[in-house]
């Protein structure tokens, strides 16, 4: 939601698996957000995806995580898929050996189409998990989904505020003694290496 001196301007809902947008109040778009089928998930095996957004230093970050996260987990039977701005993670996976990608900037926040499902800019969000299935696969990821829901709980403003909170995040980061980089690892899972860019 946009407000102007109080005033919702602009605001896009996404509820029913449909997505509104209004102006002023009134709606002047609506779109069905689907749950594709083009996914090709394997069930055998767990699926993961990260859902990231920000700008181009907030994707470099999230990848980063996400790299680290698959060495911390180092297990072949997870799936991790990318959902996001193509034309950036192209460029940022091309190297990185990350080849499940998601060219879907509709993916609806909430679906139920994958395993695990994870907002990343700042810290991970997490949106949904079959619990169960991630106990089968990994009981270090089940532990640290459950930190993601236990910082969410700490942190709501991170999550809702947008941009800002930018200082608060800087200020949290800096208590835990973290640089950016490391703010996606705040509980110093994946290792309390200082990254360097």
Known sequence: TIKCFGIPVYKCREKNGLQKKYVLGIRYHTKKLHEPA??????????????????????????????????YLHNSEINFYICGPKHLLLFLCKENNLKELIDDKDLNDNSHAFDVFVKLVRFPQLLYAREEKVAEFSTDFLKLLYQYKMFQAMFPRFFNSGRTCDVQVKMIAKIYNKNRLQTPDIWSNLGNKRYQL
Not at 46 to 70: A, E
């Open 38 to 71: 083009i996914y090709n998930l394997n069930s055998k095996k767990l699926n993961v995806v990260f859902k990231l957004s920000g700008g181009l230093g907030d994707m470099i970050i999230s990848l980063n995580y996400i790299l680290q996260l698959q060495k």
